[in-house]
């Protein structure tokens, strides 16, 4: 079992170490690659003020104290809710994706005013389209294109209602 804690500097060494993977940095539109300290001091200073102000809500994926990924829920500035997620590579295929977005699931539904949750994934990410299928996300459409240092990718965009995810967790 993984736990989803508030992002502070102590994270700051794994996060550059995990995203400065790029078989982890590839699937990720935000994240810069190479990912640098200053990278991370702009990402933790950036997540300080969102937690604060209630916007959007981050966390260090812990597992035994250590970090393994990271997590967040944001509104989008088309007003719609999106999740992400990213684990470390020596963590993948063991479950902690799917746990983690359940959990982030159990707490964006939380929110009232939270009726939709979205997941966009670079197309050929397979592995997170598992992920986000099991948690009972469905296909919406093709999306994107999306640009990553430069490198236009196509994407696709997955929903979850809260009506679905409540018929799910009965």
């Given at each position: ?29 935000s994240?810069?690659?190479p990912?640098?300290?200053k ?21 260090a994926?812990?597992?035994?104290g ?10 989008a ?29 159990g ?24 992920i ?26 997955f929903v ?5 995810y ?5």
């Amino acid at each position: 079992m993984v736990e989803l804690v508030k992002y502070s500097a102590k994270h700051r060494a794994d996060i550059v170490m995990i995203l400065n993977n790029e078989n982890v940095a590839k699937w990720l539109l935000s994240p810069p690659f190479p990912y640098t300290e200053k990278d991370a001091d702009y990402f933790l200073d950036k997540c300080s003020q969102i937690n604060e102000n209630g916007i959007s809500v981050h966390f260090a994926v812990e597992k035994e104290g250590r970090m393994i990924g990271g997590t967040g829920l944001k509104k989008a500035k088309d007003g719609k809710t999106e999740v992400g997620y990213y684990i470390a590579e020596e963590h993948w295929n063991k479950g902690y994706g799917t746990e983690v977005l359940n959990r982030m699931l159990g707490i964006g539904f939380a929110n009232p005013e939270i009726n939709e949750i979205y997941a966009e994934v670079f197309e050929g990410n397979a592995a997170s389209e598992r992920i986000i299928l099991k948690c009972g996300f469905r296909f919406l459409r093709e999306s994107g294109p999306l640009t990553k240092n430069g490198i236009v990718h196509k994407a696709r965009l997955f929903v979850i209602s809260k009506t679905e995810y409540d018929s799910i967790r009965k």
